[in-house]
């Protein structure tokens, strides 16, 4: 099973651009990388997903290198409103879905 | 649309009873999924359907839990008996296809003692 590493915390200021870097071990399909927000007593929420190089959203970049062995999530000017926890979901072993969330980066944004 | 909708949002029992959470997925969407998180082993995939149909149940941790979905709006998790250890929050997503991002309930807390 894909194996996943993010960094278990990460402290930011409101305004400023967060970077989470995610790496893992599995890159032999075709699957998307996905990333998901979650805040306290809620179900994780899809922030977007990516194949290769670049994505862009409404609410988030997504960079992937050309390997596909990690993927950074990029929020531009965050708010305290962005204190969540993220979660990187890799690609899938060769046929079989991408399933398997990491332990998640909690984002502390602060005034 | 509603989203994912599960229930009860929260559950307390004894030790040695059963439990049933219920889902019911988004409209249209084939797959249905059982996670369950705790701090110590964070999110965990228990379970997931397709068109109906279990496709992975590797996740479930033994035979105390059950799941099924008898029709494509309905799925229901089961423990019996419960134990403490089970105690956790259990969430239920969706998707509409194979590569598609998952749509996550507010998830059943449930606390045996």
């Known amino acids: 099973l894909a194996k996943t590493t993010q960094p278990i915390s990460m402290d930011s200021y409101e305004g400023q651009e967060v970077n989470i870097t995610c790496s893992h071990n599995?890159?032999?399909?075709?699957?998307?990388i996905t990333w998901y927000q979650q805040f306290p007593s809620q179900g994780p929420r899809f922030i977007i997903q990516?194949?290769?190089t670049k994505v862009t959203n409404e609410v988030a970049s997504l960079f992937i290198p050309a390997d596909r062995k990690s993927s950074t999530l990029s929020l531009p000017r965050v708010s305290l409103s962005d204190t969540a926890v993220y979660y990187c979901?890799?690609?899938?072993?060769?046929?079989?879905?991408?399933?398997?969330f990491g332990s998640g980066t909690r984002l502390q944004v602060q005034p | 649309d509603a989203g994912v909708i599960q229930s009860p949002r929260h559950e307390v029992t004894e030790m040695g009873q059963e439990v049933t959470l219920r889902c019911k997925p988004i409209?249209?969407?084939?797959?249905l999924f059982w996670y369950r998180q705790t701090m110590m082993r964070g999110l965990e995939l228990l379970i997931y359907?397709?068109?109906?149909?279990?496709?992975?149940d590797s996740g479930m941790p033994e035979d105390r839990f059950s799941a099924k979905m008898p029709n494509a709006s309905f799925s229901t998790l089961k423990i019996q008996p419960s134990e403490p250890r089970d105690s956790a929050v259990y969430f239920c997503?969706?998707?509409?296809?194979?590569?598609?991002?998952?749509?996550f309930g507010n998830g059943t807390r449930l606390t045996v003692t």
């Open positions: 997503a969706s998707s509409p296809g194979y590569n598609s991002p998952l749509h």
């Open positions: 599995n890159i032999a399909t075709n699957d998307y």
């Open positions: 990516g194949y290769k």
């Open positions: 979901l890799p690609p899938g072993d060769t046929g079989r879905r991408a399933l398997t």
């Open positions: 409209s249209g969407h084939d797959y």
């Open positions: 359907f397709n068109n109906n149909v279990p496709i992975d």
